[in-house]
């Protein structure tokens, strides 16, 4: 429905709708127009009674009536591209250009795939268990992780039905964060922090490369999740909540920090089809100055010789390259620094830092530099 929300809003006519309804009307319409296994008496008779209980009767008729005309009249067809709001449009084709921006939209509309990472489970035994539950297994681009699909005549189970969830036989995790954390190249044996840990998915790479991870996360309610997933992979990580900020580590004490910023999230809209509707054409300034901050702020916590990462799932300049070369113009003791053991050569740029894009590299959008401290 979010996928779909601009052309559904289209044909409904929602700006004559109560604001209370127009969940209720998009949910029934995107039944009639997508849902075929759906009979157009059940999409109309639900929505009416979602309407029922969420406005009160007199709504009903209206819902009843502006469903009833879709069943026969058909829907709008809307332009490409339209199913974003015009602004992110006209940004992604000043940056990609117009085809590449196609592409990106039709990825970013389309249903994401699964996959999984082996956490306590190798990925020989991973893919085993997965193809016992008549499961199709594939490897994942660049082989970062294994994709599943569906073999014919099955249905997709639930995530918490896979074999090895309770086990912790594996996360799930796009290929382009697990690559992040293989371009941040912690030396084995070192300590790193994980500034803005949750759920976790990097922190539990990291240590599984060899690290010594100490996880940190400023919001309360994701500490949870955070911790569920260490405990899972069963790897050993401290967690903590504390702000990065104010983090409870002395200046200058660690080998490593991540810092995985809060962003945009442009480079994963394909998940979070939402995101496209939240944002707005300034919201990539603010980001980025709160960014720096977090930056710098991890920056401190940096020994002599030490890497400090910085990551973002963002597509946009400002979030990304920008924020680090800010970054490197005010804090001359810090420069690029090529991991050993690089990434594929195609998710690196000019500079020297990561970068993956969904309609170039079939993953989720992702932006990683890698700054080593001087001696």
């Not at 996928?3 to 949910?27: G, K, Y």
């Not at 009674?49 to 008729?61: F, M, N, P, W, Y």
């Not at 995790?173 to 044996?189: C, E, K, M, N, W």
């Amino acid at each position: 429905m979010l996928r779909r929300q601009r052309e559904l809003d289209s044909t409904l006519e929602l700006d004559r709708a109560d604001p209370r309804l127009h969940d209720v009307l998009r949910l029934g319409a995107y039944q009639l127009r997508w849902l075929t296994r759906v009979p157009s008496h059940a999409a109309v008779s639900t929505s009416v009674e979602l309407a029922r209980e969420t406005v009160g009767e007199g709504s009903t008729g209206y819902v009843n009536h502006s469903l009833r005309r879709l069943t026969g009249a058909g829907f709008r067809v809307s332009a490409a591209g339209s199913s974003h709001p015009d602004w992110l449009v006209q940004r992604w084709k000043n940056q990609f250009g117009p085809a590449e921006t196609e592409r990106l939209i039709a990825w970013n509309d389309a249903k994401p795939e699964l996959t999984l990472q082996p956490a306590r489970w190798d990925r020989e035994t991973l893919a085993s268990r997965l193809r016992d539950a008549g499961l199709d297994v594939t490897a994942a681009p660049f082989g970062a992780g294994l994709r599943i699909g569906l073999t014919p005549g099955t249905r997709h189970p639930a995530t918490r039905d896979l074999p090895g969830y309770s086990e912790g036989g594996w996360i799930v995790q796009d290929p382009a964060h697990s690559l992040v954390a293989r371009f941040a190249a912690i030396p084995s044996g070192e300590q790193v922090y994980d500034a803005c840990a949750a759920p976790g998915g990097k922190a539990v790479a990291l240590e599984a490369a060899g690290a010594r991870v100490l996880a940190g996360d400023a919001r309360h309610e994701r500490i949870g999740r955070l911790a569920d997933t260490t405990r899972r992979a069963g790897v050993a990580i401290r967690s903590v909540a504390a702000n990065l900020e104010a983090a409870p580590l002395r200046p200058a004490s660690v080998a490593a920090v991540l810092v995985d910023a809060p962003c945009t999230a442009t480079g994963t809209i394909r998940r979070h089809p939402d995101a496209r509707w939240r944002l707005s054409s300034n919201v990539f300034a603010r980001m980025a100055e709160r960014q720096q901050r977090l930056l710098a702020a991890a920056a401190a916590l940096v020994r002599p010789g030490g890497l400090l990462i910085y990551a973002t799932c963002s597509l946009e300049p400002e979030e990304n390259e920008q924020v680090v070369e800010h970054f490197l113009k005010r804090n001359r003791e810090f420069t690029r620094a090529l991991p050993h053991a690089p990434v594929p050569a195609e998710l690196v740029t000019a500079a020297g830092d990561f970068q993956s894009l969904p309609h170039r590299h079939g993953i989720d959008g992702a932006y990683a530099a890698r700054l080593a401290r001087a001696r």
